[in-house]
C-alpha cells in the first residue's frame, strides 16, 4: 500500500501568541516549532501502522521553506520512508493543497492521511481540497481506521456519538484524536533519519484565494470575581442576574 | 446575486445550527441588498422549511430525492444551488459536515474559503471576515479575493433571529454523483449531551482525583442540564473518554457557560475553551492559571464546594 502523508509546521502548543509588523505576522521569537500534532500523532503514526501490518511505503509531504527541514526529519524518524519538501511558502489553504495535488497527480496513492486541521490556522480546509482537485472520496475527522479488501472503514464522531464509514481506496481521510497513539523517535529512527530521501521540488503555479491582513488578540478578561466557598447561593444568583448564563 | 446558506436537517429536523447559518446568510443578504437562499436535501417536512422561511430565508432549493448523501455529493447539490440563484456568498456550517463540503465547494467553484468564521463579514471595499485561529489564542481577519465567496460559521456565533418571513420551497435537480462514502453503523452515546452542541459544560480535572468522583459532576451537569466534560490528562489516563477531552488537540467548544472544576488552566486546554461566553473556576489552588481567564471563581476544595453548589441550584429552581 502506497501511502502519503501530509505535514504541517506549526508553533508549539505551549507557544504564548504574539504578533509583529503591524499585527500581520506571527513573533516567531522564541517560538518552537513542531509538526503538527494531528498531522504526527495520529496521521502519520497509523498511516506507519498501516504499512507495518499490510507492507507498502510512507512518504510525508510538506509546503515550506528549508526551516521546515527539521520537522520533516522528525517525521522520518519516527518511521516515514522517504519526504517531499515544495520549496514555497504556504500562503493559504487552496495554495497548499494545489501544490499536494499536483505532486499527487500521476503517484497513484492509495491513501493520503493528514490532520483534522492544523493547530495554528484551524483551517480544516486542505484535506477536502486535495479530494476533489484529485477527485477521490473524503471521509474527515477519523478517530478509527482500518484497512482491508481495498477499503477504508472509519469511525468518526458525530454529535453525541460515532458513526461507521466505508469508502473505496483511493481516498482521502483526515485524522483526529484516537486513531493512533503517539510515537516518540529513537535514537536508530533519528539517525536513519538523516540519510533518508527528503526530496526537494519547484512549486507549481498558481494563485491563493484568501490572505490574512491583520492578527488581533482576544480581549482580556475583566477580572476574575471571586465568591466565598460558603455562599454558593451567591455564585448561583450571579450567573442568573449579572451574567445571565442560567 | 444572491447568498446561499446550507442547511443540513439532521433526522427530517432542522439543527440550531441551520438558524444560525439562515440568521447569518439573511444578514449578509441585507448587508449586500440581495435575497438569501437555502439549499437542503432529502425529506423534510414543510413545518421545518417553514423555520427556515422564519429565519429570513427567501428561497429555498431542495434535492429531495438524495438521501445520506456523502460530502461529495453534496458539494455538487450546493453548487448546483449556487448556480441556480447566482450565489456570490454560499455559508455552511462549520460542523462535521461543512469541514468537509465547504473546501470541495471552494476547489468546484474556485471560490475563496474562511473556515470557523465568527462574525459578519466587513464588505468596505473588500470582503473581510474574522476567525479565531491559533486555537482560540488569536483573531484573524482574512480577506476572501474571489468574486464568490464560502464561509463556514463557528457555531453559537449568531444567535437565530425569527424574523416572521416565508420562503417559496422549490425542487432542484441535476447530476449529483454517486455516493463513494457509506454509512454502515451509527453508535449513540446513551443520555448524554452532546458536547459540541452543548449551551453549558461542565468540566473537571486531575482536581478530582479518581474516577469514581464523577458523580457530582454528573449531578451538577443534570442539574445545569449541562454536557460533562474533563482535561486532557483525565482522558489520557482513562478516568473519562477521549470524546469528552476539550482543549487544543481534543473538542473546542464555545458553550455559553463553562464550568472548570479542578483544572490548572493549562495553556492548551484555555484554547480549547476560551469562546465560552461565561467561564467560572472552582479550584483550591488560588494561583491555578485558570483565574486570569475566568469570569467567576470559587477558591476551595471541590468536594465541599460543587454540593453546596448543587444544593444552590436545587433552592434557585424551587
Not at chain 1, 150 to 170: C, F, M, N, W, Y
Not at chain 2, 189 to 203: F, K
Not at chain 2, 264 to 289: E, F, M, T, W, Y
Request: aromatic share 6%.
Amino acid at each position: 500500500m502506497k501511502l502519503l502523508v501530509c505535514i504541517s509546521k506549526v508553533p508549539d502548543t505551549t507557544t504564548k501568541i504574539a504578533f509583529t509588523d503591524g499585527d500581520t505576522k506571527l513573533d516567531e521569537k522564541d517560538v518552537q516549532f513542531i509538526v503538527n500534532p494531528y498531522d504526527e500523532w495520529y496521521a502519520l503514526v497509523r498511516a506507519l501502522e498501516l504499512k507495518e501490518a499490510q507492507g507498502g511505503s510512507v512518504t510525508t509531504i510538506t509546503v515550506g521553506g528549508p526551516d521546515h527541514d527539521p520537522i520533516i526529519r522528525k517525521a522520518l524518524a519516527i518511521g516515514a520512508d522517504d519526504a517531499v519538501r515544495v520549496d514555497a511558502k504556504a500562503q493559504d489553504a487552496y495554495y497548499t493543497a494545489f501544490q499536494i495535488a499536483d505532486y499527487a497527480k500521476d503517484k497513484s496513492f492509495d491513501l493520503i492521511l493528514l490532520g483534522k486541521e492544523t493547530i495554528d490556522y484551524n483551517g480544516s480546509q486542505v484535506g477536502g481540497m486535495l479530494a476533489e482537485m484529485l477527485d477521490l472520496p473524503f471521509v474527515s475527522l477519523g478517530s478509527k481506521l482500518d484497512i482491508a479488501d481495498g477499503k477504508a472503514t472509519v469511525e468518526t464522531d458525530i454529535s453525541g456519538g460515532s458513526e461507521v464509514l466505508e469508502v473505496q481506496l483511493p481516498c482521502v481521510i483526515s485524522a483526529a484524536k484516537g486513531m493512533a497513539e503517539q510515537r516518540i523517535p529513537n535514537m536508530r529512527g533519528i539517525m536513519a533519519a538523516r540519510t533518508k530521501p527528503l526530496n526537494v521540488q519547484a512549486p507549481a503555479d498558481v494563485t491563493p484565494l484568501t490572505t490574512i491582513t491583520k492578527y488581533t488578540l482576544p480581549p482580556s478578561k475583566a477580572g476574575v470575581k471571586l465568591v466565598d466557598p460558603e455562599h454558593m447561593e451567591e455564585l448561583v444568583r450571579l450567573l442568573h442576574e449579572e451574567a445571565k448564563a442560567i | 446575486m444572491s447568498v446561499l446558506v446550507f442547511v443540513n436537517p439532521n433526522e427530517g429536523i432542522f439543527p440550531k445550527s441551520a438558524l444560525e447559518v439562515s440568521t447569518y446568510g439573511a444578514k449578509v443578504a441585507k448587508m449586500l441588498g440581495v435575497d438569501c437562499h437555502a439549499v437542503t436535501y432529502g425529506n423534510v417536512s414543510d413545518a421545518e422549511l417553514a423555520r427556515i422561511g422564519n429565519h429570513g430565508v427567501k428561497a429555498i432549493h431542495r434535492a429531495s430525492g438524495l438521501d445520506q448523501p456523502d460530502n461529495g455529493q453534496l458539494s455538487k447539490v450546493i453548487s448546483t444551488a449556487a448556480d441556480a440563484c447566482g450565489a456570490s456568498v454560499i455559508v455552511c456550517s462549520h460542523d462535521l459536515v461543512g469541514k468537509a463540503v465547504a473546501p470541495r465547494l471552494s476547489v468546484r467553484l474556485k471560490a475563496g474559503l474562511v473556515t470557523g468564521v465568527n462574525a459578519l463579514p466587513n464588505t468596505d471595499g473588500g470582503f473581510s471576515v474574522t476567525k479565531p485561529v491559533f486555537s482560540g489564542k488569536a483573531f484573524a481577519t482574512e480577506r476572501i479575493l474571489t468574486e464568490t465567496k464560502v464561509l463556514s460559521l463557528m457555531a453559537n456565533s449568531i444567535p437565530p433571529e425569527e424574523i416572521g418571513g416565508t420562503a417559496a420551497v422549490q425542487e432542484l435537480s441535476g447530476e449529483f454523483g454517486t455516493k463513494k462514502v457509506t454509512v454502515k453503523e451509527i453508535k449513540k452515546y446513551s443520555g448524554s449531551i452532546a458536547l459540541p452542541d452543548a449551551e453549558r459544560v461542565v468540566s473537571a480535572g486531575r482536581g478530582l482525583k479518581g474516577p469514581e468522583n464523577w458523580g457530582m459532576i454528573e449531578d451538577l451537569a443534570n442539574e445545569l442540564g449541562a454536557a460533562t466534560a474533563c482535561s486532557r490528562p483525565v482522558a489520557d489516563i482513562g478516568w473519562r473518554p477521549h470524546h469528552e477531552h476539550v482543549g487544543q488537540t481534543g473538542v473546542a467548544i464555545r458553550p455559553n457557560l463553562y464550568f472548570a472544576i479542578g483544572i490548572s488552566g493549562a495553556i492548551q486546554h484555555l484554547a480549547g475553551v476560551n469562546g465560552s461566553k461565561v467561564i467560572v473556576v472552582i479550584n483550591n489552588d488560588p494561583d491555578a492559571p485558570f483565574f486570569k481567564a475566568a469570569d467567576y471563581g470559587v477558591v476551595g476544595d471541590a468536594f465541599v464546594v460543587v454540593p453546596k453548589l448543587i444544593e444552590a441550584l436545587k433552592s434557585f429552581k424551587g
